[in-house]
């Protein structure tokens, strides 16, 4: 009976080496899939590189991330995200700048300046927003502390007036809300519009004074 002898086939390599055994690999073959780091450069808000001025009449308050601004108008306070910071120069003026280059920093750039700059204006000089009342029969009146809108409901609506805004009515139909914190006169005017928005067709609704609105035509009539 023969007996059975097993080799292993070992060739001459000078690159393997002297005596290297030959060996099959049941690993599949892989992709190797490079990754390249890339630093994305953001550009400088047009906006928020802006200095802002600071009248005589405000005083500027700044304790780390956190601001307040005084005038003659009212106060206003105003904390920084950590991506930007407020800067006070020398030369009076306010400067927002960025602590890290990073996409959502250039957006907080622009929008906390802007943010800044109207507090400064609001305490010094203040704002305000017009609306009208377009259709027949609306019409506002503010009773001691309530605005009280006349638009073709069933009641009358009553919207209670914030302590820091103004609203005064002329000729039953215009409303001009005012006083020194933008948003919140904002939030008030859009409140108030969004109670009859006004409507393409004829226009009824309440509308701001500087609004466009879009006109539809009707449906013509049946032709003979």
């Known amino acids: 009976m023969a007996s059975s002898v097993v080799s292993s086939f070992q060739p001459r390599s000078s690159f393997l080496g002297d005596r290297n055994a030959?060996?099959?690999s049941t690993t599949p073959p892989f992709t190797q899939v490079g990754f390249s780091s890339?630093?994305?450069?953001?550009?400088?808000?047009?906006?928020?590189?802006?200095?802002?001025?600071?009248?005589?009449?405000?005083?500027?308050?700044?304790a780390g991330q956190d601001l307040k601004v005084k005038g003659p108008l009212g106060e206003l306070a105003l904390t920084y995200p950590r991506e930007v910071e407020l800067l006070k120069e020398d030369s009076g003026f306010l400067r927002v700048k960025k602590t890290v280059e990073t996409r959502r920093a250039n957006q907080?750039?622009?929008?906390?300046r802007t943010l800044t700059d109207n507090m400064v204006v609001g305490v010094s000089k203040g704002f305000e927003k017009k609306l009208i009342l377009v259709g027949v029969g609306y019409r506002a009146t503010v009773e001691g502390k309530e605005l009280v809108l006349n638009l073709g409901f069933s009641h009358p609506v009553k919207m209670q007036i914030p302590e820091s805004l103004k609203v005064k009515?002329?000729?039953?139909?215009?409303?001009?809300?005012?006083?020194?914190d933008k948003s919140e006169i904002g939030q008030f005017a859009a409140t108030v519009?969004?109670?009859?928005?006004?409507?393409?067709?004829?226009?009824?609704?309440v509308k701001y004074?500087?609004?466009?609105?879009?006109?539809?035509e009707g449906k013509?009539?049946?032709k003979k």
């Open 193 to 205: 519009r969004k109670w009859r928005p006004p409507e393409p067709y004829k226009g009824k609704g």
């Open 22 to 24: 030959f060996k099959v």
């Open 169 to 180: 009515v002329e000729e039953n139909t215009r409303i001009t809300v005012s006083g020194y």
């Open 209 to 216: 004074s500087d609004e466009i609105v879009r006109r539809k």
């Open 38 to 62: 890339k630093t994305i450069e953001c550009k400088e808000s047009r906006i928020g590189k802006q200095p802002i001025s600071v009248p005589s009449n405000v005083t500027i308050a700044l």
């Open 220 to 222: 013509a009539g049946k």
């Open 108 to 112: 907080m750039h622009g929008l906390f």
